[in-house]
């Protein structure tokens, strides 16, 4: 290989959403204001859960986690946009590129189980209310919010390792505005078959087989919802799902269209949407999906607020 084309893989050139500097300023006040949205919503919800030993409870503590997974996971791709439209620069370096999409995926596969694990707490809770506690021990909360991460940190360095044998000549122009796998494995001059067939494994793994317990919990739970005899207490119940099933739409409607389609039909506009719906829009409507509709979780951000407020004064 020619020095020259060896040396082009020392860094990518990021499009980002747009070209024009106009719409890169309406898109850096708008994304600035996300970010800050996401950040005050998922850390506050951490907060009042672990602040608040009432909320010291399977369903908050999976959601404590869900909160610290969504903002790492918008915190690993909007800062760096934000730099980049700032300093007027779209270049980012090999390593970097690397990393980026490291955590990418690490945070969205812990993001894709953990929302699984949340449906069956929840089928748990309707459908055996009286063993609840008795399943729901603290050891199987832990096993259950734990293996996601760890499983999640293997597929990713599995991901990174396949990547870094690639070659990248010529083009190293991205069409995206963070290192995804996917625009990353067109712009390769080597053959990427063996990290396509690893991209489908683990999209079934972490996406489909997901999505798939998440409908039969589900199916199982508006059977077990049916069969309760006063309209209250099916109310009740199924204001309890109604939020998660508001996120599950939102994260899975957007990562099946990206990973599962066949590529005949993605294009760079599409995925790029994609992209901003579950790394920037589904980790700022989280905490409100999750908080409006909960009197406990408003109850306890309350008391946070008010006693940072008299700490304060």
């Known amino acids: 290989m020619e020095p020259r084309n060896r040396t082009s893989a020392l860094e990518f050139i990021l499009l980002g959403l747009s070209e024009t500097p106009e719409q890169e300023t309406l898109l850096f006040s708008l994304f600035l204001c996300m970010y800050v949205v996401m950040a005050m919503g998922n850390l506050s919800i951490i907060l009042a859960i672990s602040s608040d030993s009432h909320l010291h409870t399977p369903m908050y503590f999976f959601l404590a986690n869900l909160s610290l997974v969504d903002f790492g996971l918008a915190t690993n791709t909007v800062p760096k946009m934000l730099v980049n439209i700032q300093i007027r620069s779209k270049s980012i370096s090999y390593a970097c590129c690397l990393t980026q999409m490291y955590f990418f995926h690490f945070f969205g596969i812990v993001d894709s189980v953990l929302i699984a694990v949340m ?3 929840r089928f748990v809770a309707i459908c055996h209310p009286l063993h609840y506690t008795t399943i ?7 096993l259950l919010a734990g293996s996601p991460w760890v499983f999640s940190y293997f ?4 991901h990174i390792l396949l990547m870094a044998r690639l070659v990248f000549c010529g083009n190293n122009e991205l069409p995206h505005y963070f290192c995804d796998l996917t625009p990353l494995l067109r712009l390769s001059c080597t053959d990427t078959s063996v990290n396509k067939i ?3 494994i683990v999209a079934g793994l972490v996406i ?5 317990c998440i409908l039969a919990s589900y199916a199982r739970i508006i059977v077990a919802i ?11 119940a199924f204001s309890t799902c109604s939020s998660h099933l508001s996120v599950v739409a939102l994260l899975y409607g957007t990562t099946i269209g990206v990973y599962l389609c066949p590529s ?3 294009t760079a506009v599409k995925e790029k949407a994609s992209a901003v719906m579950y790394t920037t829009v589904t980790p700022m409507l989280n905490p409100f999906i999750y908080s409006l509709r909960n009197r406990d979780l408003k109850g ?3 008391k946070l607020v008010n006693r940072k407020i008299t700490s304060s004064s």
């Open 208 to 212: 489909a087989t997901p999505f798939i």
């Open 136 to 142: 729901m021990s603290p050891r199987l909360c832990g």
């Open 300 to 302: 306890a951000l309350r």
């Open 198 to 200: 690893f991209v489908l």
């Open 119 to 121: 449906a069956y707490d």
């Open 264 to 266: 005949s039909v993605r």
């Open 226 to 236: 049916m069969e309760v005899p006063s309209a209250g207490g099916r109310k009740k």
């Open 155 to 158: 597929i990713s360095l599995t």
